[in-house]
């Protein structure tokens, strides 16, 4: 499960990236994407590349663990670019350049900010009850990982899993995900219960760590704008 | 002293019509007092302890907390009692260890630098300091535990109640949350429901134990009355402590034997007999020889 | 299987910005239209079915690269409404990890949601007359192909019409970035037949083979875990919950 | 005789980079044993249980099960062993109890007589042809574990593999899941590999122990050899059973007992210590007396 893994990253990892503020890599991401998106220029596109695998560099994270995230977007963007070679190769090539740079902005987010460190900094502007449904559906995530693992490990096991049969392979994984289901919905039940017990009145309090900003979050915010500006600005070399 | 919990004849029916009824003995918990309740699989334990919370509503009898009925008054209730589960896992809110602990008093509305002391201090008291900063689903089962009684002991209730919780931990794990437990009750004076399947630990920890069976409770009373009931005790499922048992049997035998709390214990009544009966031996047989 | 997972930078601002607004308000509108407690007790419900969504997607189902959605699943189970609340949040985690882009994750949202209501609605009006297993397997693969139908489309016109770019390179990049700002404007215009033809004529052809399969195994897979609660907890349909249920959580406020 | 498990000096990686490591001695399996894993939470015991049965692939050393490695030959492997994890609700997968026993034979294709030949009689084996036609999201506890029982069972496997089978169990359906165990052991044959934290029950079903800390299988013997080790025990936070320990104390203060198996044999040998006693100190007072 990809998501349960890089939340391990990023809550492991110990770059100066790691230890910056949510807040600021947030900013950093919103910068490039937007950059990413105004821009139809294929030097500058390459050069906004090269600055997010800088980061990446920085950031230490284990690219062999998380560049298959990459290959999503490429294999889609590649759809759309045979769409756009048919006019100019040159914008097929801006095509792919625009999906993969942002995919990679993203990755480089979601590596190095902890989901619960996001989902804080949305809380200052989401509706609460849909940021209690994104902590809701993180927490839970976790727990019914370990659930389906187990039932698909039983499935197993029990010899219900047969790599050439699809339509008996879904039988039985419809059945784990029947049993999962009434599982959990006894288990929302119960958590309603502890959460009411608990003072629960719809918004999850949470940490927001927007304050003190140290010297790397102002530094990440200002190559972001940087960034940006070096997209806008006209460059006329 | 007025009770601080009683619970006279309950019955409740689930929504898919499955009966629980609570009735026989009335269920009385004193302010201070250890309490365990004790019944085979499927008894009602849980299902009591969710009317004493106020989260069923019974059919039938009457459960009053602090002399309100807590369905109806949940809110007071609510924030005198605190709850652990037996599945913690669905109990950690807080998308971190200190969100989780402060999730109570951020409800209140606390100011922040209460809510800080009021965090630190039950971690504190907990030894879980080091765990404040963490993501809770990277915390081993033992370690979620206390997070979990860390997070509803944080407004200091009057009443502490748990579901199994000494399941799944090993044994050093357990003894150290009997230790905590008893503490809690000495130090602070919190009153403790607890259901459990561990029977070793009853008269280590109860004061009074409840059993249900059948619908029922069948007994009450403090460990040593309840598990010389063999009948009852057989009827609910329920084996006696491994070392209430062996020395109730030697007791049955003709010794002079006090049934014993815990190892310690068991081994100095033990050594107690098998010296006094050298001494009793020793002074028979020497009135006897005197005789002849 | 109807995210087709779009990235980022092919669909134009004005499209993907309108998507999020409309999507944002239609969240707003369902939070707003339950009362407070009833949603409360709800959240937690969502979060696990949004959950699970993700999950079904990461379960393989053989050695094809195809996965379930279960998104007309979760609107059969929790009602149409919270079940857009869900599709938002499953495609909001999904791009965190660039599975699909950020910025398409409104529109994305807008399309399985239609796929969320017709699949619910169908079922609904199905199930009066037809068994469970044939209305989900009926009322998942039409949803599905209508879902397919508007993802084609929606890519097709805003995506294919883009066409006025070739231009760019030949200016300078004053006039580039002043076009930019024209260009969403021209786009509607312009007729979104010629974008849809590339479509269909280039690799699309295997695209839409992918999706028939899709399709079968994401209406069979709904119907099975549909059956399976018929069997064990047939309460757990929305709509046939009974009402002791709720009435058991009343709380006094 | 050829060992049926033979596990050395494993090495895990698990996706978040947790290593489990399960080095020191070689933990070795025969035909028809019954064997026990003892360790703290987080030693690696069910690890160590999913790389014999090839859920997982060892990073560093070998794991054997009759010769082949579990992970190369999963199918081969799987029809020989059946299992029954902690969680069994994560087990059960069939809508009623009668098509999750089928769930493997059905998967084999076996004929419909043939399936319900063999379902009927493995229920019967267990005690629960009562429960065939329930659902078993409705079971208590002790019903969903033998209905998981059932289940790894109905293909009759060489060996069983059961983790944590008496957990959350009252202590009538653990001492029947111990009699039913062994049972299974006795009759059939079937070799045992139980890992569990209720220490107390290890002396009665268990022919050989392993205790897991640190990384390292520390130790392996009879329970008594084991027990005997307090300081390997203490640092692997287990305690002794009650019964051994207390006894152990006894002998160390230089009493001459056997250290018992289970209550009965405690009391024999508790019962027989005072008579001798009575016994040695008649005749040395006799003696004595005689002598004067
Ligand atoms: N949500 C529910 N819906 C229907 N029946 C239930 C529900 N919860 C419990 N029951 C039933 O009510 C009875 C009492 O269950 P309860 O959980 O209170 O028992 P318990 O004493 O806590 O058992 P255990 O020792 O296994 O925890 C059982 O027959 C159980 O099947
Ligand atoms: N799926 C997993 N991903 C990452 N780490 C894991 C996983 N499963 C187990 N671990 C880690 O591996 C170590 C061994 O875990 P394991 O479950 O084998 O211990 P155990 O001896 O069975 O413990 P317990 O007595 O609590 O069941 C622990 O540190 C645990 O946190
Ligand atoms: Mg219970
Ligand atoms: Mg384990």
Known sequence: MHIAEIDQISNTGDSLFHKAKAISKLLLTLFLLTSFIITNDVVKLGALMIIVGLFFFISKVPLGQVGHLIVYPVIFSILFAILRFQQSWILGIIVLQKAVGAAMTMVLLITTTPYVDIFAVFSLFLPKLLVDILLFTYRSLFILIGQIENLVKSIKLRGGYHPYNIIANLKNIGAAIGVMIIHSFEMSDRMYQIYTL???????????????????????????????????????? | MEPIIKVQCLKHIYPDK??????????????????????????????????????LSPVEGTVEVMGLKPYKNFNTIRKNIGVVFQNVDEQIIGPRVYDDIAFTPRNERMNKNEIDEKVKSVARCLGIEGLLDKIPHYLSGGQKKKVALAGSMVMLPK???????????????????????????????????????DINVVPEIADRVYVLNDGKIVTCGNPQEVFNQVEVMKAANLEPPLLTELFSRLKNKGYNIKIPKNLKEAEEELIKLLETKKIITDFNITNEEKVV | MSHIHIPDGIIGSVWWITGYLIALGIIYFVLRKVEGEEIRRKVPMIGIVTAIMIIGMSVPLGIVPVHLTLAVLSGILIG?????????????????????????????????????????????????????????????????????????????????????????????????LIEEGHEEAIENDESPAAGAKYIFFTGW???????????????????????FFMKVRPDLIYEKKPKELDENLKIDQ
């Open chain 1, 198 to 237: 608990r003072g629960y009145k719809g918004g999850i309090p949470m940490t927001v760590a927007l304050w003190p900003m140290k010297p790397i979050d102002y530094m990440i915010i200002s190559l972001g704008i940087i960034t940006l500006l070096g997209t806008v600005i006209p460059w006329n070399l």
């Open chain 2, 18 to 55: 499955t009966e629980v009824s609570i009735c026989g003995l009335d269920f009385i918990v004193n302010p201070g007092e250890k309490i365990v309740i004790l019944g085979p699989n499927g008894a009602g334990k849980t299902t009591l302890l969710s009317h004493i919370l106020g989260l």
């Open chain 2, 159 to 197: 009443i502490l109640i748990l579901d199994e919780p000494f399941d799944a931990l090993d044994p050093k794990s357990k003894a150290e949350m009997v230790a905590l437990l008893k503490e809690l009750n000495e130090i602070h004076g919190i009153t403790l429901i607890i259901t459990t399947h």
């Open chain 3, 80 to 176: 149409p409404g919270f079940a857009f609340i869900s599709v938002f949040v499953v495609n909001l985690m999904l791009a965190l990890v660039a599975h699909g882009g950020i910025t398409l994750v409104g529109l994305n949202t807008l399309i399985v949601g239609t796929e969320v209501l017709i699949g619910y609605y169908l079922f609904k009006t199905l199930s009066k007359k037809l068994g469970q297993m044939p209305s989900t397997v009926i009322a998942t693969s039409i949803a599905l192909i209508i879902s397919m139908t508007m993802m084609v489309t929606m890519v097709g016109s805003l995506a294919g019409l883009r066409n006025a770019m070739p231009d760019f390179h030949l200016h300078s990049h004053e006039e580039q």
């Open chain 3, 205 to 227: 052809a295997a695209v839409i083979m992918v999706f028939v399969v899709g399709n079968l195994l994401e209406s069979f897979g709904t119907a099975y875990i549909i059956r």
